[in-house]
T-cell receptor, first 115, second 113 residues
Framework: GAGVSQSPRYKVAKRGQDVALRCDPI?????LFWYQQALGQGPEFLTY????????KSGLPSDRFFAERPEGSVSTLKIQRTQQEDSAVYLC?????????????FGPGTRLTVT | AQSVTQLGSHVSVSEGALVLLRCNYS??????LFWYVQYPNQGLQLLLK??????LVKGINGFEAEFKKSETSFHLTKPSAHMSDAAEYFC???????????FGAGTRLFVKA
């Protein structure tokens, strides 16, 4: 079956531009996560949705970052007024249940480069 | 607060040799522990997980890990390395009953012919 997909795979933005990154989770998965992975580092938690509810957004670096999942399936991570420090790979993951014991299935990521 | 430390950002082994990737965790509550593998330009894939059942966990591709509470460790091993094992490996921890997962910085495994 289809896995988690993300688009675009690569995005180059000029400093100050707004960007929107899309995640299509596995159908029927309740949980959806966004992570930021800087070069040479592990993924860092950004935010978590259970269905359409955003239960935790404590990892979002600033108020320029915003995520939504309005119908409990597709999610969008939006970054306003991009800065160079936003350059990273943004990973989306989904899981079947609401507990962290469930396996997370990761998408291939969107590599964002801010110039 | 939870945290994960992976000892060694790079590990190099010869094909056929033992693979040992080290992971130590910190958690104030019983943890769930995971190992993920990441191949270039791909997302992370779960290798194995510990969720408070057997302390020796077997995963895919011949990998296994042992949960040692007294040492707060969850090291990943494979008896015989294969060229296809070359990748980045991440250890991760989360709370029982929670949902947030904390990842280590990763260990890149090189396999020499």
């Amino acid at each position: 079956g289809a896995g988690v997909s993300q688009s675009p795979r690569y995005k180059v933005a000029k400093r100050g531009q707004d960007v929107a990154l899309r995640c299509d989770p596995i159908s029927g998965h309740v949980s959806l996560f966004w992570y930021q992975q800087a070069l040479g580092q592990g993924p860092e938690f950004l935010t978590y949705f259970q269905n359409e509810a955003q239960l935790d957004k404590s990892g979002l670096p600033s108020d320029r970052f915003f995520a939504e999942r309005p119908e409990g399936s597709v999610s969008t991570l939006k970054i306003q007024r991009t800065q160079q420090e936003d350059s990273a790979v943004y990973l989306c993951a989904s899981s079947l249940g609401g507990s962290s014991s469930y396996e997370q299935y990761f998408g291939p990521g969107t590599r964002l480069t801010v110039t | 607060a939870q945290s994960v430390t992976q000892l060694g950002s790079h590990v190099s082994v010869s094909e056929g040799a033992l693979v040992l990737l080290r992971c130590n965790y910190s958690s104030s509550v019983p943890p769930y522990l995971f190992w993920y593998v990441q191949y270039p330009n791909q997302g992370l894939q779960l290798l194995l997980k510990y969720t408070s059942a057997a302390t020796l966990v077997k995963g895919i591709n011949g990998f296994e890990a042992e949960f040692k509470k007294s040492e707060t460790s969850f090291h990943l091993t494979k008896p015989s390395a294969h060229m296809s094992d070359a990748a980045e490996y991440f250890c991760a921890v989360s709370n029982t009953g929670g949902f947030k997962t904390i990842f280590g910085a990763g260990t890149r495994l090189f396999v020499k012919a």
